[in-house]
């Protein structure tokens, strides 16, 4: 079976160029796009696998995206001087999981605590690893600026409805899923990078989250 180079084309600028804008001034869409060729001349019979499954060109397009973020991510890392390797990534709806997590867990220093007496019994059960992302998502919150970590705790601590986040930002109603998903997605992007950021002073929730951060701690542990 012959490769459709004319789709693989497709294929690849599609995902280098949408990568690139991702990576701006440590990547550029050109370098991305020769790297996947190298992979695809590198693994024809995978290639031609994919081409013969049921949905393997969106395998194959998840694919490219997937080899296209790893070689940008080395760019960003050999400019920086950092490793690939320190990286922890957090997907938006991974850290919308987590971040109910990050306000109910009370004794973030111990690995014995009864994590499962803290969280909701549907949880996913408590692993070091889980407790792991757990804390680097609490000091993401805190190197997180003002407005995003307002509405992260206002949302996920407090339990906020979208009226009343609609009020505390003094915004629209209908941009309040936007507003989340943006603060959330501003968080995933801060994990991104390596974690050597210097901590900022805690912050208050400001507005009627000010009033109930003042009836109970904003953190605990």
Sequence with gaps: M?????????TIKSAASNTARLFPGYAEAADIE?????????NKETVRRYDAEEGGERTLAFVMKQKAMTYANGLKAAKLGYSPDDL???SVKQLKILLEDVFEYENWES????YH?????QRIEATGDRI????????????????NYNIIVGVFKYGYDSQEVADMLEISLNSVPTT?????RA?????SGPSDVEVPERRTVQSNAASRAAQSHLYEG
């Design 2 to 10: 012959t490769i459709d180079i004319e789709r693989l084309k497709t």
């Design 187 to 191: 968080l995933s992007k801060l994990l």
């Design 88 to 90: 922890v990534g957090y």
């Design 111 to 114: 690995s014995q605590t009864d």
């Design 117 to 121: 007496n803290t969280i909701r019994s």
């Design 34 to 42: 020769g790297e996947l060729w190298i992979w695809l001349l590198e």
């Design 180 to 184: 989340i998903n943006r603060a959330v």
């Design 132 to 147: 792991t992302s757990l804390i680097d998502v609490k000091a993401g919150l805190e190197k997180l600026d003002e407005r």
